[in-house]
Structure formats: C-alpha cells, structure tokens
C-alpha cells in the first residue's frame, strides 16, 4: 500500500530535476520535491449542502435548451464587454459570474469540472442522498461507516490525531467509522479552558477518557487528547493568511482557512472536510445576481482564498466539492428550481488536468432528461472520488472504497 | 404504607388502560435505578432531592402526573418567564416590536448600510432577539419547569416539525408556532400536530408552499404581474419524508407532485403583518389528484390538502415511522422492532394520541430494560440542562441566552437546524472532539460559577472539603446516582492526590482543602454523565 505512494513521490522528484535541465522550473515544483517527504498529500472535500443547481454553477450556455427552461433564472451566455455573464470555459459551459475569481484557475488548468455527476440512486430526498454520498454506498443505508474514513483507514502510514478532520460543530457521516477523525469548529477554541489550572483539569478529563473502553465516547475522548496536545505544539492557529489571500466571514471562508493552517502547520493532514449550506432554492433562486449568486460568490472566494494562501503548497493539495442532486432543469412557479438528478463537482489543485469540462453532456431536451425533469447522470460520483483517492491518497484499489460498485471508466481528471 | 401501596396501584391501572391490549402491562419497576433512569428519559434528569420526591408520590403516579402537565403548579418558571417580553406577542406584535428594518426617519443618515440601519436600534429591539428570547425559554423552562415531561416533547416535536429560524420570515412566526402549535398539542394527537403545522405561517414559509400555486397561474397585479408561477414541491415532499410516511414510506414522485398540487392556495395573508393562514382558491389547482392510489375529485379546493392530510394520518406508515422516531428517543438508537410495532399499534388504535403511545412506552419491558439504561447519548441541549439541574442550579433569563450558547458551540443551536430534518437523534452526531470539549468546558464554567444568571449552591456538595474520599463520595452519588464505572471511580479518586484539587494548607498541617468545584466539573465532564 506504500508502494505507489513512494512511487509518485519519486516521480514528483524525478519530474522536478528533469524540468531543471530545461529551464528553471517553476519554485513550487522545486519545493514540492524537496519538501515531498515531510509533507503529505491532503484531500479537501467541500460538500455543498441543500443540492446545488450545477447548471447555475457551471451554465450549460451552449445547450440550445437552457435558456428555454429557465425563463427567469438562466445566467447570460458569455459576450465580450458583458461582465455580468457567465465566464466561458470551452465554448459549451461558462462558469456563474459570481465565480468568476476561480477563472484564473481554470486559465492555469488546475480547475476542472465534472458535469452530470450524480448518484445512480433515484432519491430526491436531501437526507438520504447526503446519507449515500457520504456513505458512498447509493441505495444502502445500512454502512456503518463513510468512504473518507474507509479511505483514511486504508493508509498504513504513521498516523497523525489530525490525519482526518472535519471543520464544524458535528462529525460528517462521510467520517464516521475508524479513522479516528475529528472534527472541531475553531481551532483556537480547541483545548480545555479553565480560570485557573486549566492543566490540572486537562489531565483529569484526559485520564477520564483514557480507559480502554471501546466505545464512541472514549474513542473519541482519547482521539480529543492526543489532538489537543499536538495542537498545541504546533500551535497552527497563530498562522496568518499568506500572500495577501483574503478569506470571507462566512463559515466556508473560517473553515478552510483554519484548513490552510492545520496544512501549513504540518500537522499531518491528509483528509479534510467541510460544508457550505443555503443552496437549497425553491424560491428566488435568481440569476446573475441574487440569492444563488451570494451562495456562489461566496464559495467562489473562499476558494480562491484558500488556494492564494496555501500557494505552492496547493501543489500538495485537491479540493473536491460535491453536492447530493442536482435540481430540476425548468424552473419552478417561484423562480426557483426543486429537487433534481444530477449535478457539478468541481476539482482544483495539484495534479489536476484542469480546464477541461470532464464528463459525458446528456443534453437538456426534454427526451434527453432523467424522468423528463433533470439532468441525467453520466459520470457516477464513485467514479471521481475513487479516482481522486486512489491517486491522491495512494489507494491502490480505490473501488474497494465503494461496497457494491465494480468500478467506472477513468475519467482522467488527474495527471 | 398500604395507602401508598394502593396509589401505586391505581396508578398502574390507569397506566395499563391507556397502553392498550396490545400487550400484558409488566409492572415497571420503583427502585432508586427506575427513578433515576425515568428522571433520565421523561425528564431533564434528576435535580437534588427528585429522587426523593418522586419516590413520595410513587413512580407510577408521578409518570400520571407528567402526563397530565396543565395540572401542575408551574407559576415559578412563568414568573421568569415573564420578563421575556416578546413570548406572549402575536405575529403582528412582534413585526411592530422587531421591526425588520427600522424606517429610514430624518435622523437616519441617507449614507447608512442596510447593516447600519439594522444595527441601529438597541439590541432587545432586533428581531434576532425573537430568536434569542425563544432559546432562552426553553433552556429556562427544561431546567425549571415542573412540566418536564411536556418540555421533553416539545423538543421532540418542534424537531420533527422543525423550521431554521433564519429563513426569512420564519423568526417572527417561531415565538406563535412553538406556543400555538407545538406546545398545546405535544401531549395531545398526533393530528392535531400535523393539522397546525401545514397551516401554520411557519412552516407554510420555511418549506415554501405559500408561494405554490396551479401550474398556469399568472397574477394579474402585484410585484409578480404577468409572470407565470406555478407549484413548489418543496412541502409536498418534506410533509411525506419527514413529518409522515418516512422516506421508505412507499410514495413516489408523482405522489409528491399530485399532493402539491392538492396544497395549492394554502398561503399566508399579509405574512409582514398579522399573517394568518388563508386559503386562496384562486391559485389553487383545482383539477383531479390521485395520492397513494387515492383519487380526489376535482374542484375540492381547501378539502384537497385536508384530504391529504388525514390520509396521511391514517396511513399505517405514519404510525410506524413516528413510534420508530419515539422508540429512537425514549429507548435506544436502535429501536427494538417489538416494540416500534407496539407503540405503532397504539398510534393505529388511538388515531396517533400521543399520551396513549407514551404509556405504552413506560408500560414496555424494553423501557425498562438493563441494556436501555443510559443507552442514549444526551444531546448537547439535554446535556446543558441535565447538568444544570444536576448541580440544583436555579436560572433566570439571562442565564438562559449563555446556556442556548453553550448548547449551540456543543453544535446544537435552538432552532438553529438549516435542513427540515431537524437535528440526529443519534449518538454518533453529537460524539466528536470538538463537541466533547464544549461539554468539558462548559462543566468547568458551570461549577467555576461562570455563568452569568446561573444561581448555583455547591455548598451541600461541599460539606467534606475537608475530607476528600468522602468528598468524592458524595459528588459521585449526587451526580452519577452512584453509577460510576469502576474505572471511572479509580480515576477521580487519583485525582484526589493531585495537589490542585487537593490543597494543603501552607504549613501542610492543617486539614486539606478538597477542589470540590473543579472535582464536580470532571464528574459532569465524565463519560458516565454525558449518558442519559
């Protein structure tokens, strides 16, 4: 299982000396060799809550019918000297003006898009398909575990308390299981605090925890400890945002900057998760500006503060976003979308064979459409993920990640 | 003794009644361990002296008694409610007192930002002080209330039938539709609950079907004039998944769409203002509907989503899916199925009484059994008042608003639930480092007398400052009833020796001063607490 992880390695430091004998490689790849042993490779999954209407995030402009099913919501085909339109990408798509910061990733192609990705289960319930999302197992309820703590117990390496995190109040479902993952919503708020000798009580609650008790409560309590102290010792909190980058007040903007500390603190990070919530909109959903274009704006930022300040270390670094369904391909009576099929994923990082729309377009034409309301699903979600963990968390057989599934084609979304 | 003897008795027989025939009601058991674990489960655990009370009246009556809460003197917990004032307010009150934005007057600067603007009258006067207001009552009313039974479905049903007091309009609706809905029916029948809820402004605006209308409506006037709207499934599909059937409840798409088109024109008048439900046949869908093989004949119009409703109620689903969502809550995460179908029988039986499934569930062997005892993981709201009330804290108002914050950073905020799920009722949501440190914190804060409105007297707890073994002792039978696990015990007695929570005087002659505080605070941060 360390095989291939050495084996890329190698290639990382390979590929950097052979680009030295040309020109002068870029500093980041430089670095990235150098550095490549004490550094990990680190996951960031984005979950985007309430089912995202993917045909706003990444517009289908292209589709002769788009702008038809969407009277009042449809975002405006790409023109020059139009900044409020969509931001064109290959001719077909543009991405929502409102992520028009992430453009400049796609121009370095180190943003890709996965198009009419989805679950091949059918439900249009939020709560079971974030439960089959996370689980990885569309259909089945009953897996006790999610597929990022199945992917994080795959790896035999030294094992860090910080190895799998989530950002936020509630360990994520796609965590749950042995991976040891921990979750917490500031990173400054995370030790025991007392008036006075708050040491005295550390350790008293520590020792409470620390009896070889296997359940959920003293699992989690010894896991807790362990992350306290490496904490801080690394002390990751104090790290100011780098390179001018800029995060928004918003919970995703606060998560993945804590995200980018506990990476540049080389805490050793290899899986991080985080959610951003409010797209859910049935009413008022808007087009170029409005209710989703906040939503998006926001995530857009975030992104692009995240990647600003992690710099050449996102040489390291994938961050992967996914949403339940998708929404409906016409709009509603209140301007809004319902519940939908399938959706976008967007891809950015290190490794990735950016700007290219990845995945099979189905078409928008009524016969074209899942049940004659949403987009279909081409490209299965298991097949990005596996192949996003197999490559960047070195799987060697990232299927297995996925009980029930015998694997996909490759997409091809990484280098 | 006879006497007593005989009020046990009736009691069961009143109990016994109301479970139905389904099953030979056993007797439950009235030991100190029944006491505690019923404290743990129909109430917000046991204050000092509660095992004591209950043990006066009888187990069985006392279970009578909860069921029965208008009869119980609550006025002490009314008074400090009292001096919450948007509680009592209708809709109309509230948008008048929390206006949504102030009127830009004469002394308004033209420059300000709408956030300005907002921020401009004091903070008792925003309409987040609605919400803030609604939290602080319910941390104040599940540690004060005698009512406790009442205060634990409350919480049951305003999270099965939740709304996120963020979305939009809903913060002016939450004080009426916890007050006027939720509260009178929460020991009451389930259809009456299911009847306020749909035509409840609340929830007609957080899932959206206020807005729905038949698919070919254009209004003629207004800001929308002569743009088509048309239905939003958005209730239709919620009201079946989550407040019914359940998801596996047999319904399919077309069943969603058919029962939004039955809800057409069940909207809001003046939702700014007074906003009461309305009917509005002129965006309803008047055409034929066929939900779950049921055809409904065109031209019913209000009788449609009537219709809808009391098939829903009716449907054996429903039954199943809220006694699982009752068993999951009283019993265990795992709900044994013997049971699940038992308290469904009663909701079948009863047409969903509430009162009638509760006494089958306290009638039921698997209530009371070695395995269900301390089974469940408090949320982090049960666990903030379990150990208020474990400490015999007393709490005004203020301490209220610190509480419902410390819940929130444990990851529960009072009506803080985005998704219409509500929050998990399963322990491995609320077990995570982060949250495990909130509850460790919040004890300390708790004992270290940090919390400003908590009246807290650890004096009877202390009286052994002197003598630290006995100290321990009686932290552990107030706290945990006694109920510490061998390891646990080893752990606090060490600590016994740790000179910060045993201090010697200076000359190190004098008797030791015993850190009950902090000793107190590692009990209700223990594993063993964080269980109910």
Redesign the interface.
């Known amino acids: 299982m360390t095989m291939p992880m050495l084996t890329r390695r190698a290639l990382l430091k390979g590929g950097a000396c052979a680009l030295a004998a040309v020109a002068a490689p870029p500093r980041f790849l430089a670095r990235a060799a150098l550095a490549a042993d004490a550094r990990r490779k680190v996951l960031v999954a984005v979950f985007q ?2 089912a995202v209407d993917g045909l706003s995030m990444v517009v289908p402009y292209g589709d002769r019918d788009y702008a038809g099913a969407r ?2 919501i449809a975002i405006r085909a790409p023109q020059a000297g139009d900044a409020g339109a969509a931001v064109d990408l290959d001719g077909f798509f543009g991405l929502h003006p409102a992520l028009a910061p992430l453009a400049a990733l796609w121009q370095s192609r180190t943003l890709a898009v996965v198009h009419a990705c989805g679950s091949p289960d059918t ?6 398909a974030q439960d089959y999302m996370e689980s990885g197992t569309p259909g089945v309820k009953s897996t006790p575990d999610g597929w990022l703590a199945r992917a994080a117990v795959t790896q035999p390496s030294p094992t860090s308390p910080f190895r799998a995190v ?1 950002l936020g ?3 994520p479902r796609a965590l ?1 299981g042995d991976a040891g993952a ?5 990173l400054d ?7 006075s ?1 708050a040491a ?2 550390r ?3 520590e ?5 070889s ?1 296997h ?4 699992g ?2 010894r ?2 400890f362990e ?2 102290r490496m904490l801080k010792r690394a002390n990751a909190s104090r790290l100011a945002p780098a390179n001018n980058a800029e995060y928004p007040r918003s919970r995703l903007g606060q998560s993945l900057r804590q995200i980018a500390q506990l990476i540049r603190a080389d805490v050793g990070l290899e899986i991080a998760f985080t959610d951003a ?2 797209w ?1 909109t ?2 008022g959903q808007g087009a170029e500006q409005g209710q989703l274009a906040a939503r998006l704006r926001d995530f857009g930022a975030s992104l692009t503060a995240f990647t600003q300040d992690l710099g050449d270390r996102m040489s390291d670094v994938i961050v992967l976003t996914m949403s339940e369904f998708g929404r409906t391909v016409a709009e ?5 979308t ?2 939908g099929h399938a959706t976008a994923m967007l891809l950015l990082g290190g490794g990735v064979r950016g700007g290219k729309v990845y995945g099979r377009w189905p078409g928008l034409a009524r016969e074209r459409l899942y ?1 004659g309301r949403d987009l279909a699903v081409t490209t299965d979600f298991r097949a990005l993920f596996a192949e996003v963990a197999g490559r960047q968390l070195g799987i060697a057989n990232p299927v297995s990640l996925f009980p029930g599934w015998t694997g996909g084609p490759q997409l091809g979304v990484l280098s | 003794m006879s006497i007593r003897l005989v009020t046990v008795l009736l009691a069961l027989c009143v109990l016994a009644s109301g479970a139905s025939a389904h099953a030979a009601t056993p007797t439950p058991p009235a030991d100190d361990a029944a006491i505690v674990h019923a404290l743990s489960r129909l109430a917000f655990g046991a204050r000092p002296g509660d095992i004591e009370r209950v043990k006066a009246i009888g187990l069985a009556a006392w279970i009578e008694r909860q069921l029965e809460p208008r009869r119980l003197d609550d006025r002490a917990v009314e008074r400090t409610l009292a001096t919450l004032p948007s509680l009592p307010m209708s809709i109309a009150e509230l948008h008048k007192e929390y206006p949504r934005l102030p009127a830009r007057d004469k002394s308004a600067d033209p420059q300000m930002t709408p956030r300005a603007l907002y921020e401009r009258p004091p903070p008792e006067k925003r309409p987040i002080r609605i919400v803030a207001e609604m939290q602080a009552a319910r941390l104040v009313r599940a540690i004060e209330s005698e009512r406790q039974l009442e205060e634990v479905m409350v919480d049951f049903w305003f999270n099965h039938f939740n709304v996120h007091a963020a979305k939009g309009e809903v913060k002016w609706y939450l004080t009426s539709y916890e007050r006027d809905v939720i509260r009178p029916h929460a020991l009451g029948r389930f259809g009456d609950l299911l009847r306020g809820t749909a035509t409840h402004p609340a929830m007609l605006f957080y899932l959206d079907n206020w807005l729905s209308t038949r698919p070919d409506f254009t209004p003629r006037f207004g800001p929308n004039r002569g743009k088509r709207a048309g239905l939003n499934e958005n209730y239709a599909r919620e009201l079946m998944e989550l407040h019914t059937l359940g998801v596996d409840g047999g319904y399919t798409q077309k069943d969603v769409t058919e029962v939004a088109r039955a809800f057409t024109g069940w909207t809001i008048d003046r939702p700014r203002d007074a906003a009461r439900f309305v009917f509005r046949p002129l965006v309803h869908d008047r055409g034929e509907k066929t939900i779950l093989g049921l055809r409904i004949s065109a031209g019913g119009g209000q009788g449609d989503g009537e219709r809808v409703l009391s098939l829903l109620l009716h449907h054996p689903a429903t039954a199943r899916f809220i006694a699982t969502k009752l068993v999951r809550r009283f019993v265990s995460d795992e709900p044994p199925p013997a049971l699940v179908e038992r308290v469904a029988a009663t909701f079948r039986a009863t047409e969903g009484d509430i009162k009638a499934m509760l006494r089958a569930l306290v009638a039921s062997p698997e209530f009371w059994a070695p395995e269900a005892r301390r089974a469940k993981i408090k949320k982090p709201f049960e666990y903030v008042a379990s150990a208020v009330r474990a400490v015999g804290g007393h709490v005004d108002a203020r301490a209220g608003f610190a509480l419902a914050r410390y819940a929130a950073e444990m990851g529960e905020g009072l009506y803080g639930a985005q998704p219409p799920t509500g929050y998990p009722d399963r322990a491995e949501a609320w077990v995570n480092a982060g949250a495990l440190l909130a509850r460790m914190n919040f004890a300390l804060a708790l004992t270290q007398g940090r919390l400003p409105g908590v009246t807290l007297d650890l004096s009877p707890l202390a009286v052994d400052r002197g003598a630290p073994d006995a100290a321990l002792e009686r932290l552990l039978v107030a706290l945990l009833h006694g109920e510490a696990s061998a390891p646990t015990r080893a752990v606090l007695t060490a600590q016994l020796t740790n000179p910060e929570i045993r201090r010697q005087t200076p000359d190190d002659r004098g008797p030791a001063d015993t850190d009950v505080e902090k000793l107190a605070a590692l009990v209700i941060g223990s594993p063993e607490f964080q269980r109910r």
């Open positions: 809550r309430g009277a009042s439900t249009r319930s939020h709560f079971d989530a109040p509630t360990l749950r921990i979750s917490l919503a500031s708020r995370f030790d025991v605090r007392a008036t000798e005295a009580a350790q008293g609650f020792s409470l925890y620390a009896q008790v359940d959920l409560l003293h989690t309590g896991e807790t992350a306290v919530d409010g859910d049935h009413v509603n009576g209140n301007r809004g319902d519940h049940e």
